[in-house]
């Protein structure tokens, strides 16, 4: 699945320092408990069910005005891996966010699709606020 949009940015400044670290990504993931390194650990619900997903950073790229992330999700029955390319253009962020999802309950599949995107929107608003 795809998202792909643009966020208007007043201080180009201020977004070039947000997307330089990772960090800054994983402070907006909803439910965050914890931060180490590459590695996190959130809480999410999905329904009337609370699951406890550890992730990872597997890559980090950055120039001067993009970056690019692969983060790799896992809780119970699910895998999630979602790349995502930012760059700043013209006062705008430029986002490109590609995911994958894994689960062992194949009925559950659109239900937990439907969540990630849910949270990768949360995390996109997150990012505007931070970058305006």
């Known amino acids: 699945m795809k998202l792909q949009g643009k966020i208007k940015i007043n201080d180009i400044k201020k977004a070039e320092i947000f997307i330089s670290s990772y960090y800054n990504l994983l402070r907006c993931v909803p439910g965050i408990e914890d931060i180490e390194e590459n590695r996190f650990v959130a809480k999410s619900r999905i ?15 950055k120039g001067d005005n993009w970056s690019e992330t692969v983060i790799e999700i896992l809780g119970a029955g699910v895998k999630a891996t979602v790349r995502s390319l930012v760059r700043i253009q ?20 659109n239900f937990v699709e439907k969540h990630v995107s849910q949270l990768t929107k949360q995390i996109l608003e997150c990012t505007a606020q931070a970058v305006s």
């Open 90 to 109: 013209n006062h705008e962020l430029i986002y490109d966010v590609d995911y994958e999802v894994d689960v062992q309950i194949p009925a559950l599949k």
């Open 47 to 61: 329904g009337f069910l609370t699951i406890e997903t550890d992730g990872e950073v597997k890559s980090f790229n």
